[in-house]
């Protein structure tokens, strides 16, 4: 079982940046794939970013926040990043941390392939 706590989330401004972080714990984070959803009020979860195990050769991203959000991973602080700048009202949501353990082969923005989750970090856009 793997253990997850976001931070980072807040109350912005269009155009403003933040800093999602997440800290994992249970499993040797190096053989985590990692990602992040969100799910606004009234809309299904989304995938808005995930990144493979190990060095993190493999990123992904939503068509939405392409080229604004960045996904990175720390294996020594056993932390996974979500930078997101040029903010807008659409990104309000819960962020949500999910992690893989399985090392399965499904791709980065299937739900069903994590099956780890945190309690998820608000970020509110406002405009």
């Known amino acids: 079982q793997v253990q997850l706590v976001e931070s980072g989330g807040g109350l912005v401004q269009v155009g403003a940046s933040l800093r999602l972080s997440c800290v994992a714990s249970g499993r040797p984070f190096g053989t985590l794939a990692m990602a992040w959803f969100r799910q606004a009020p009234g809309k299904e979860r989304e995938f808005v970013s995930g990144?493979?195990?190990?060095?993190?050769?493999?990123?992904q991203y939503s068509e939405s926040v392409k080229g604004r959000f960045t996904i990175s991973r720390d294996n020594a602080k056993s932390t996974v990043n979500l930078q997101m700048n040029s903010l807008k009202p659409e990104d309000t949501a819960v962020y949500y941390c999910?992690?893989?353990?399985?090392?399965?082969?499904?791709?980065?923005?299937?739900?069903?392939?994590?099956?780890?989750w945190g309690q998820g970090t608000q970020v509110t856009v406002s405009s």
């Open positions: 990144i493979s195990y190990y060095q993190g050769s493999t990123t």
């Open positions: 999910a992690a893989d353990d399985q090392f399965t082969s499904a791709p980065l923005d299937v739900s069903n392939r994590y099956d780890n």
